[in-house]
């Protein structure tokens, strides 16, 4: 059987991680997980599941061997400052479009923020990382690779519903789970309505199995 | 006679003050310092200096009424951190040529950095100062607005020699006098070799009016 190869950017991360699992439960996937350090490479194989070193601020290319998929779940955190804002959310999604255009990957989905469309609404302390995320998303749209953006608002750590609203501008900022969030990023992987097109998305009643497709 | 009209972004700065000088004392230019306070801009109003009201990090649309080239000397300064990076350095420049795109500006030329063309280069308490100038100059490149790039090395407040180097790459971080790289900016306003090029620039031996010559 084909398995599509999924290489999972930001795999150690929150949301990562919830991403690498429900493409194991697949059958049509196969997860790659890249990380930095040894110890989560480790981790990630002890769990059958395959990893790669890679590191955004430098280099990691290697890691797009046979990728046929990328999902971009990467993220500086907020503890690290605005400069990593730049040099990872901002300019590491921006080097791994520019890998996956390079090798000729199929879908990149990336993980966006609710409102990284419209930056200017931002308020003081989230304005600047709107805006490094509304670059890569740009970034990302004019590149030629086939995409899915997706920005959810406010993540919780919740357990998945299961169940969501999934709309190309949802008013207001209601949050979601990032178990919901995964299942989301997930399903917009091969989906043809999702192709080049870019959600916001919350809690809601629509079952994932359900999205993109009308 | 026909007066080519300069919007100066920036011009309250170190480099945008000595711009406007330098555009006063020609017969061909007349500058117009757009500032963000009533303060500086009764100051150039005052030295005869038409001045217009505009902040970038909000609105100046109508800084641009009969513009026909701009000269960018705004920057956040090191002392604001980098969210004030993305927003001035970054999206500022990026908002002022979306402006000069719409409005049919004629040539706008950007104060960049020397590096900003390779910031992967960049050591760490700069490399996120460089890829935000790099992403501002790459979207100007791509805008359609016939543009200049200037990128010097370490800026003094030295008197000015009225002798640079400039070339398209200078290897090495030789300084050079901000009243220098003030009147480079000018120079490059209507050159034709000038046009769609980015030029580092340092300290060195030719006239400045001896430029974009051949």
Known sequence: MFL??????????????????????????????????????????????????????????????????????????????????????????????????????????MLSSMAADRPEAGNREIKHYLFAKHRADEYLKSSGVPYTIVRPGPLTNEDGTGTVFLSEHVNGGESIAREDVAAVLVAALTHPKAEDKSFDVVQGDTPVEDLFRH
Chains 1, 2 share one sequence.
């Open 4 to 109: 599509i190869k999924v290489l999972v950017i930001g795999a150690a991360g929150r949301v990562g991680k919830l991403v690498v699992e429900k493409l194991k439960q697949t059958t049509s996937y196969t997860p790659v997980a890249m990380v930095r350090s040894k110890d989560q490479k480790e981790m990630f194989q002890k769990d059958g599941v395959s990893a790669v070193l890679g590191d955004l601020e430098k280099d990691f290319e290697s890691a797009y061997a046979d990728v046929d998929a990328v999902i971009f779940a990467a993220g500086s955190g907020a503890d690290t400052g605005a400069e990593m804002t730049i040099i990872i959310d901002q300019e590491g999604a921006i080097k791994a479009i520019d890998r996956a255009k390079h090798f000729g990957v199929q879908r990149f989905v």
